[in-house]
């Protein structure tokens, strides 16, 4: 029969393994527990967070950026999609761009976005659409936006961006449609738009663009829309852009001088032409145009 000096050892033998093995268990639930609370929020809806677009509310249950308004993700949550225009966003524009690689589709026209356009904008290489005109944008076009090689649309128009157009600009050969119109952009038109070879509209209106259009521009084959009025544009017309099938041409409230050619218009395919406001001489060439009442 055991002593029962025996069994009070061995009961305090029991109650200590007990409460060991008791304080282990709780600090491994607690060690999980905060581990669980630190772990790094994901970098894209940390980024979409960080611009405050979206309130607290619509936020707190959101674990997935695709939960979020105006934001389109793939099957695998990463962001594709923007689309956030006429939203009442307003403060500075300070997305980080360089979080989204696989973002093709930006659009935040409409709103009262300030500051300048990122120049981590440039890293966005399968961009196809950036649409941020009707902002209060300042700041100059970020020169690696001559980056996006894929782009389709680019539209700052509405603004305040001054500085020069890229001289790059014609590194984007898939642009279709490029407005820059209504801001204060400076300095003449890059000869390198002329490698635009996809470019259907170009929008360069109410700015302050100086010297003449580039004769370049005869390279851009399927240009429908040209429309530089209200600058300080200034040359004569160029029988290089006689036989161009552009639909619509404002060439107003500019400087141009000299003749109108004779054989403008003769490809048939102008239907309106805005020449009011210049420097011109000479006669208008009515045998190639069509007039109505």
Request: aromatic fraction near 10%; hydrophobic fraction near 40%; proline fraction near 4%.
């Amino acid at each position: 029969m055991a002593s029962s000096a025996s069994i009070s050892v061995i009961a305090v033998v029991c109650v200590t393994c007990i409460l060991f093995y008791g304080i282990y268990l709780d600090t491994e639930v607690v060690v999980f527990v905060a581990a669980s609370k630190s772990s790094p929020l994901d970098p894209e809806m940390k980024a979409l967070l960080e611009t405050k677009w979206w309130s607290s509310a619509e936020t707190n249950n959101s674990s997935s950026p695709g939960e979020c308004y105006g934001i389109s993700c793939t099957a695998g949550g990463r962001v594709t999609k923007i689309n956030l225009a006429k939203s009442y966003l307003e403060g500075k524009l300070k997305l980080k761009f360089s979080s989204f690689p696989n973002l093709y589709f930006v659009d935040l026209h409409g709103n009262g976005l300030q500051g300048s356009i990122p120049s981590d904008i440039g890293t966005l290489s399968n961009l196809t659409v950036l649409d941020l005109s009707f902002n209060q944008l300042t700041g100059e076009i970020p020169l690696s936006i001559v980056n996006l090689t894929q782009l389709l649309i680019f539209d700052i128009a509405s603004n305040n961006i001054h500085g020069f157009i890229p001289l790059e600009i014609g590194n984007m050969e898939s642009l279709n449609l490029l407005y820059l119109s209504l801001n204060k952009i400076i300095g003449s038109i890059p000869t390198g738009i002329g490698n635009l070879k996809n470019l259907m509209r170009l929008h360069l209106k109410s700015n302050n663009l100086i010297g003449p259009v580039p004769t370049t521009l005869a390279g851009c084959s399927y240009l429908q829309e040209l429309i530089l009025s209200h600058n300080y544009l200034t040359g004569c017309f160029s029988h290089r852009f006689v036989d161009l099938y552009w639909l619509n041409t404002n060439l107003s409230h500019n400087f141009f001088s000299g003749e109108i050619p004779g054989k403008l218009g003769g490809s048939g395919h102008l239907s309106i032409l805005y020449l009011s406001y210049n420097n011109l001489t000479g006669n208008i060439p009515l045998s190639h145009f069509y007039t109505r009442c």
